[in-house]
Nanobody, 116 residues
Framework: QVQLVESGGGLVQPGGSLRLSCAASRSILSSSVMRWYRQAPGKQRELVASITNGGITAYADSVKGRFTISKDTAKNTMVLQMDSLKPEGKAGYYC??????????WGQGSQVTVSS
């Protein structure tokens, strides 16, 4: 049973920062495309950022320059550093590990609220 365990969500003021973590096994981190998605109430799920097993990153235009995705192989963790958060960043954030359609795993979700 593959498990992705998220942590780090919470409440932050506009302009503030939060760091989300997704713990996974080393084999998953090294063999999967790792992604962060978010879904706000009443909206479709949005791909926020991704990192390949080779370390190539990509970002949604809405977060480019403010969010950073990375892997900490020593801690078997994927991280999403979110800076300069905006109110529209309020959403449930979900980590995902995708290797193929039969190896597609999700974390439990972390709530992020951006409000003054």
């Amino acid at each position: 049973q593959v498990q992705l365990v998220e942590s780090g969500g919470g409440l932050v003021q506009p302009g503030g920062s939060l760091r989300l973590s997704c713990a996974a096994s080393r084999s998953i981190l090294s063999s999967s495309v790792m992604r962060w998605y978010r879904q706000a109430p009443g909206k479709q799920r949005e791909l926020v950022a991704s990192i390949t097993n080779g370390g190539i990153t990509a970002y949604a235009d809405s977060v480019k320059g403010r969010f950073t995705i990375s892997k900490d192989t020593a801690k078997n963790t994927m991280v999403l550093q979110m800076d300069s958060l905006k109110p529209e960043g309020k959403a449930g954030y979900y980590c995902n590990a995708w290797k193929n359609d039969w190896n597609d795993y999700w974390g439990q979700g972390s709530q992020v609220t951006v409000s003054s």
